[in-house]
């Protein structure tokens, strides 16, 4: 089992700023494919942005140019950057963790919510 913890949850204005964090263990931000992904209220779960290890760094399209995925190996923790938030942002984010991106097997973190509202 890969437990992840995620934090940074808020409110914020739109065009704002917000980072989250997710704790994992020093395995799986070193050598599993760590991403996030966002549920918004009667909507499916979406990718938001995953990187794999040593492969090439995917976004979605709604969040390209403003979100930034990135990790700290020596903090065990994959972090997401979101500058210019607008309130279609507004959804629960989730840490995902998964051995590779052919992997049906995720771990997922609690959520956090992240509301854009003025």
């Known amino acids: 089992q890969v437990q992840l913890v995620e934090s940074g949850e808020g409110l914020v204005q739109p065009g704002g700023s917000l980072r989250l964090s997710c704790v994992a263990p020093r395995s799986a931000v070193s050598f599993y494919v760590m991403g996030w992904y966002r549920q918004a209220p009667g909507e499916q779960r979406e990718l938001v942005a995953r990187m794999p290890t040593g492969g090439s760094t995917t976004y979605a399209d709604s969040v390209k140019g403003r979100f930034t995925i990135s990790k700290d190996n020596d903090k065990n923790t994959v972090y997401l950057q979101m500058n210019s938030l607008k309130p279609e942002d507004t959804a629960v984010y989730y840490c995902?963790?998964?051995?590779?991106?052919?992997?049906?097997?995720?771990?997922w973190g609690q959520g956090t919510q992240v509301t854009v509202s003025s």
């Open positions: 995902n963790a998964r051995p590779s991106l052919f992997s049906s097997i995720n771990y």
